[in-house]
Structures are given as structure tokens and as C-alpha cells.
């Protein structure tokens, strides 16, 4: 394969996404946006809109191994990266692994997901929106001698003058009975949590994410369910993608995975979650009952522990470490207790020898992982397919950031599939779980667009 060129036209202000996704990607087949722009700056400061010109990855796990698939894609891209972006997002691969590639990192392939198990696009054409610098960057990466690319890059100069202006428009909501639309109901999830619990007491395994699905009829326009999602539920990951008739929405708070340029992985697993109060004074009260909280730290304190051991896999002997521990984090719907677990890499890994030593997210199954998953196979009645999955990019210069798919809708033409679980362990009061449960599906899906 050729030597790529980079090729960057810089734009001063941070651009609307909303304005940029209707002027220059909604008639494309494959877009993505990993959306920075309603969150803390210090977990994402950018955003980053864009198409391909190449085929899409698209495959399931009887197709082989897909992490080694793009570990030899990227190692193929080779060019020289500008500086400028170097600590934002210099190209490389956009998509999602779904949970069922479980069964690539020792977990077996129970159900088979609707879904693309995983759905990768070779990102040659995006928008970086700095926040924190007012800055937004029109990238193309090509062959020198592709004449497309600077075509793509005139069209972009070109709409730049409209792109500060955002016309969003507020979709119509109708209500909507969320529990009436379960996948397990309230008897079905409650007799599953009583089957963690005996396999708990039995010692099989010390924590179970035990999830249900919300199957709801499709959504006409999914982007314009996306606007209203991440309104009402800003988070730092929040991210559209959309392929073909399949389109993801999420407004995930969790990191999965982050590796630096200096080989440096991070994991935020989140374990604990309480409603908001609009009064401050409770909401204060909230929040540090959550913090405080025995059975909520020991759910947290597991979890940490299993991915140290995932982390340790593949980081140097000695540098794992945890530099933040339970710490309250608070969004528009939620509290949250998560923890910072980093390593640095050993110099014979990369980033995707990472990913599938932590795949799938250990927030996501339990501790210890193997049993628990086997467990979970068990008790859930479908795939969770891109739910429990990790979203994000991959870099042609050898980072990632990855989310954990939680607050998330699937939506493809047949229904919109909105995935909520939460973690088992012996203190659990069954009544408590099924209702948090709840609750994080309707931080996902308050309503429906009509």
C-alpha cells in the first residue's frame, strides 16, 4: 500500500457538529461523530465528524479474528501525520466492537447479535473541533495523487461560513411506558437476580452485570433522536454513528480504554449509580450516600480489581496503578462512582493487544470474568450486541479512545434497542436492582421521537 498524505485546512472557531453533519455528511452512507462538545473538557476536549471513501468493516465472529484484522490494517497505513494533530486525532478506524466478540478473548458466542458483532470505518475524511482552542480542522487522508481529497476539502472550505450556525430543531416526544417494553419483565429479571445470588452463595463468582433489553418500535429519524438524547443526557461519550440502516446513539459516561503516544492505557470502569434530585441540598445527600455506600464500593472495589488483572496482562511489571478511586461523578440524570486504573504498556503490545486483553468490559460482566459470563449466558434470553461492546477509534499513530456502549440505542429499521443491567453481588436487594436498572434505561430513552 502506498505512503499516505495528510492533507489539513484549518478553520478558526469550534464549529457546530449539528451544522457540519447536515451541510457535508448527511447524505453519506457511513458517518461517524464522536461527540466532545457538552462534557468536562478533561475526558474529551474534541469532537470529531466524518465519512470514508473505502468499504466499511463489517463483520461477526465467524468471520475471524477482527482485532488482528485491523491491527495489520493500521500497521498497512503509513504517512506522515502533521503535528497538529498529533494530541487530537490524526486518522484511523471509527467503530465499535459489540459484546459477542467475547468469544475472541475466551468467552464463547451463545447468541448471535442482529448486528454487525463489529463495524469499523477507515476514517479518510473528517472535521477535528477543538473546544478547548476554538479550533476546528477539514482533514483528508490520501494517496498523494487522489484528486478526491481536495475536492472533499474545497466542498468543506466552502460550507465553512454556515457552519457556525446550528438550526437544530426540538423533535416531538411522546411518552412512553418503558417497563411495558422490557425484554425480561419485572418477574423475569427478579428471578434472574435470585439465580446470581445462588451462584454468589455458591462461590461461582463474586459479582454478576446481569442486563435486560428495552425493544421498542424504530425510529424514523435517528439522527434527529440523537439531538434530543444528547440534550437531555450530555456525556463525555457521547458519539452517532450511522451505516446503511443501522445507526448507534449513545451518551455513554464510561471510558473503556484510552492508550497515549507514550503507551500509557487507562480504564474509568463506573460501579454505583443514583437518580438526581432537582432540589441541591438532596442531591448533595445523594451523592455521598452513593459515595458511601458499602455495597456500592464493593461493587466498584471488584470490578477495579479484575482490571488491574486485565491491565497487568499487557503493562509493564509495576506500573499499574489506580491514581483515583471511587470518586463521585455527576450528570444531568445521574450520579456515578467510578475509579481511574492505568498501566503502561509493555513495548511487545499495542493498543490492540489492549483492547482484547480487556474485552469485554469488566463493568460489564462481573468478576470473576470467564465464570460470570458463562453465568450470564445462562440468564439473558438474546445477544446484547453493541450494548456492552466498547466504541471509539483507533489510531494510524497507535492510540485509542474507547467507550463502554451503555446508555445506548440501536436503532435499525425493524425497532430501537436500548440495553440496562447492573452488577449482582451477595448485599444486592433484588427490588433496588431491577429499579436502577430502570433507571438507566430511561437515561437512555426518556421518550421516543415520533
Not at 7 to 19: F, K, N, Q, W, Y
Request: hydrophobic share 45%; net charge negative; glycine share 8%.
Amino acid at each position: 500500500m502506498p505512503a499516505l498524505t495528510w492533507s489539513v485546512r484549518a478553520v478558526d472557531g469550534a464549529l457546530s457538529g449539528e451544522t457540519i453533519y447536515r451541510e457535508l455528511l448527511a447524505d453519506e452512507p457511513a458517518v461517524f461523530w464522536l461527540d466532545g462538545s457538552l462534557t468536562d473538557r478533561g475526558v474529551r476536549r474534541v469532537s470529531v465528524l466524518g465519512t470514508t471513501t473505502e468499504e466499511v468493516i463489517v463483520r461477526d465472529v465467524a468471520d475471524g479474528d477482527v482485532f488482528a484484522e485491523l491491527r495489520e490494517l493500521l500497521a498497512a497505513r503509513q504517512g506522515a501525520v502533521p503535528a497538529e494533530l498529533d494530541e487530537v486525532f490524526s486518522g484511523g478506524y471509527v467503530g465499535y466492537f459489540g459484546y459477542e466478540l467475547k468469544a475472541l478473548t475466551g468467552g464463547e458466542a451463545v447468541y448471535q447479535a442482529p448486528t454487525p458483532d463489529a463495524l469499523w470505518m477507515w476514517a479518510d475524511r473528517f472535521v477535528v473541533i477543538d473546544h478547548d482552542e476554538d479550533r476546528s480542522l477539514l482533514v483528508a487522508v490520501h494517496p498523494p495523487e487522489d484528486s478526491t481529497a481536495a475536492r472533499w476539502l474545497d466542498r468543506a472550505e466552502s460550507c465553512a461560513a454556515s457552519w457556525w450556525m446550528s438550526g437544530q430543531a426540538e423533535p416531538a416526544v411522546a411518552a412512553l411506558d418503558l417497563e411495558a417494553h422490557l425484554e425480561q419483565d419485572r418477574e423475569t429479571y427478579l428471578a434472574g437476580i435470585d439465580a446470581c445470588m445462588a451462584a454468589l452463595e455458591a462461590g461461582e463468582t463474586y459479582e454478576v452485570c446481569l442486563t435486560n433489553r428495552v425493544r421498542l418500535p424504530a425510529v424514523e429519524d435517528p439522527f434527529e433522536f440523537y439531538l434530543w438524547q444528547r440534550s437531555r443526557n450530555p456525556a463525555p461519550y457521547s458519539a452517532f454513528l450511522r451505516y446503511g440502516d443501522l445507526a448507534v446513539a449513545s451518551s455513554s459516561p464510561e471510558r473503556f480504554l484510552t492508550v497515549d503516544a507514550e503507551g500509557w492505557a487507562e480504564c474509568r470502569p463506573i460501579k454505583g449509580t443514583a437518580p438526581r434530585s432537582a432540589d441541591p441540598a438532596q442531591d448533595q445527600l445523594v451523592a455521598k450516600a452513593l459515595a458511601e455506600d458499602e455495597k456500592t464500593r464493593a461493587e466498584n472495589l471488584m470490578i477495579v480489581d479484575l482490571i488491574r488483572n486485565d491491565l497487568g496482562r499487557v503493562s509493564e511489571p509495576g506500573t499499574v496503578q489506580v491514581p483515583r478511586l471511587m470518586a463521585v461523578e455527576s450528570y444531568q440524570t445521574v450520579h456515578q462512582l467510578v475509579t481511574t486504573v492505568r498501566g503502561r504498556l509493555r513495548a511487545d503490545v499495542d493498543a490492540l493487544d489492549a483492547v482484547r486483553a480487556c474485552f469485554p468490559p469488566g463493568s460489564m460482566t462481573g468478576a470473576p470474568k470467564i465464570r460470570t459470563m458463562e453465568l450470564l449466558d445462562e440468564l439473558e434470553w438474546s445477544a446484547r450486541g453493541v450494548y456492552s461492546g466498547a466504541l471509539g477509534y483507533l489510531t494510524v499513530d497507535g492510540r485509542a479512545d474507547l467507550s463502554v456502549v451503555i446508555r445506548t440505542a440501536v436503532m435499525t429499521p425493524d425497532e430501537t434497542v436500548v440495553g440496562a443491567g447492573g452488577a449482582i453481588v451477595l448485599d444486592s436487594d433484588p427490588a433496588a436492582e431491577y429499579d436502577e436498572m430502570v433507571l438507566k434505561a430511561t437515561a437512555t430513552i426518556q421518550g421516543r421521537t415520533e
